[in-house]
């Protein structure tokens, strides 16, 4: 493992430590922080002296160490905890002044409070950091994070912030300015359009949360490698050109951004791999033309999505609410060429509109790559199940089914016959099956032991007994039923027990 990346693990650890625990620093952890943090760093120091610190937590072994290490330890902690410490001793008093990563999070004691309280507590944080920065001296601040509920009314601070980063050459620079009371008119605007080349050169990670981004937009960075985007207002060209200005974008995040309507992603040989487009609830169309991008993500309400010159795409997660499998979204995934990963939310396999005969009667344009394919289900009527055979034969080389359901009280008209059935078809390579929001009722049953039979070298089935959804944040559990209820659906679940082959697992949850 190289020192960057011991780096980060130590950071990680320091950030939970003082975050979590929300406890006062001593002096045995930040000795042994310190000696890590030497080790990674080289520093000279023999193995009979390491034992002897850790044996001797009571001595102030700090006081021998060099300002390099004690400043990358105070920039592991957050603000509060790097200001704390600098009563410990007299080596560590004016340490923080020269740390090179500032985050200032205060955004769970506003959460708290009402009223004028919330107003005073709002100045008092501006005043905070206002006064940190005028006392901070280092040279280079290499990530710079506000997480607070901040508005447009003080602009004129956020901007003095922004402006010291720069300065200070930031490579990471983030504002979470939302809070839950956060309305789209109160936004502060992100002066995107206000620096110069040679200013922004050094961000590589923006991070917009709460902020209005105005044309022209993002010219000056050129450097930026990722960009996160959420409540926002973002227009179609700003978002057009962030493509085009940024020759080194790689992932793109953009939640919940208003005024969005057709987002086009197109430009000759885009660097960009990860897409991810949420909750966006003015958007009409997505138009991809990225011949680097591997993973595309949107969640959010029916669109058109347009997908050209995508050699690269493997990954697909279209979660579009009461979206179904039709002609057009079907045929627009299955000319991904090298698509192995599909995720899909839809009321049914198929579109209910054509009636039972129609729908399976109906061809799925063939996945020729695809190997893993996970459903969301959601349906008002029973009729999850009507088309799903001919789903699977379209995807010749699956190796990983994951259907997750959230089930209506069962419907006898569009009760399908289709999983009732020996499959016509086996899936020659499937080898992973997972199903939520398992029931246990008859059609359950009958769908398991239905994947069971098609699935010839079946390895693992899970069950679950609770839901899985998707949000912004991932995949989520979620438990609605009693513990009661969960065991009884565990244990018809075990019924499955007969129905696998001796060298497949089932596993029930």
Request: proline share 4%.
């Amino acid at each position: 493992m190289s020192a960057v990346e011991d780096m980060k693990n130590n950071k990680k650890r320091s950030g939970n430590f003082a975050r979590d625990r929300g406890c006062t620093l001593n002096m045995l952890s930040l000795t042994k922080l310190s000696l890590n943090l030497m080790q990674n760093k080289r520093v000279g120091i023999s193995r009979k002296k390491r034992k002897c610190q850790c044996q001797d937590p009571s001595k102030d072994w700090i006081s021998d160490l060099p300002d390099e290490i004690l400043i990358d330890i105070v920039s592991l902690l957050p603000m509060k905890e790097a200001l704390n410490i600098s009563i410990l001793s007299k080596r560590w008093r004016h340490i923080w002044r020269s740390t090179v990563i500032l985050k200032f999070d205060g955004s769970n004691k506003l959460l708290s409070s009402i009223g004028n309280k919330k107003s005073l507590q709002r100045l008092a944080f501006v005043t905070w950091v206002d006064r940190v920065l005028e006392s901070h001296y280092g040279s280079v601040v290499t990530e710079f994070s506000v997480c607070y509920a901040l508005n447009k009314r003080a602009a004129c601070h956020i901007n003095q912030w922004i402006s010291f980063a720069v300065g200070k050459k930031v490579q990471r620079l983030e504002l979470k300015l939302e809070d839950s009371d956060s309305s789209f008119s109160g936004l502060y605007t992100f002066p995107s359009s206000k620096f110069r080349a040679e200013e922004a050169s050094s961000i590589k990670h923006l991070a917009l949360n709460a902020c209005r981004v105005y044309s022209p937009g993002f010219d000056s960075f050129r450097s930026l490698i990722t960009l996160s985007l959420k409540h926002v207002v973002l227009t179609d060209i700003v978002f057009y050109n962030i493509f085009l200005n940024c020759p080194h974008l790689e992932h793109v995040s953009v939640v919940e951004a208003k005024k969005l309507v057709n987002a086009r992603v197109v430009g000759p040989n885009l660097p960009l791999k990860h897409l991810k487009l949420s909750t966006c609830c003015q958007l009409e169309s997505i138009e991809i033309c990225a011949m680097n991008l591997v993973i595309f993500l949107y969640g959010g309400k029916p669109i058109n999505l347009f997908l050209r010159n995508v050699p690269m795409l493997r990954e697909i997660q279209f979660f579009a609410t009461d979206v179904m499998i039709n002609d057009t979204i079907a045929s627009t995934l299955s000319q991904v060429v090298l698509l192995e990963t599909l995720a899909l939310f839809c009321q049914n396999v198929w579109n209910i509109t054509g009636g039972y005969l129609e729908i399976k009667s109906r061809v799925f344009p063939t996945f020729s790559k695809l190997k893993v394919l996970v459903l969301t289900v959601k349906t008002s009527f029973w009729s999850g199940y009507i088309g799903f055979p001919s789903l699977l034969r379209a995807c010749p080389l699956l190796q990983r089914l994951g259907m997750h359901f959230d089930f209506r009280p069962l419907d006898p008209e569009f009760r399908s016959d289709e999983t009732r059935t020996s499959p016509e078809s086996r899936c020659q390579f499937l080898k992973e099956v997972e199903l939520s929001g398992f029931l246990g009722q008859t059609y359950d049953i009958e769908l398991a032991v239905y994947l069971i039979k098609a699935a010839v070298v079946l390895e693992k089935m899970t069950i679950r007994s609770y839901y899985r959804f998707f949000s912004t944040r991932g995949w989520r559990d979620c438990e609605i039923l009693e513990p009661e209820e969960m065991e009884m659906i565990r244990e018809r679940a075990a019924q499955l027990h007969k129905e696998m082959p001796p060298t497949a697992k089932l596993v029930i949850l």
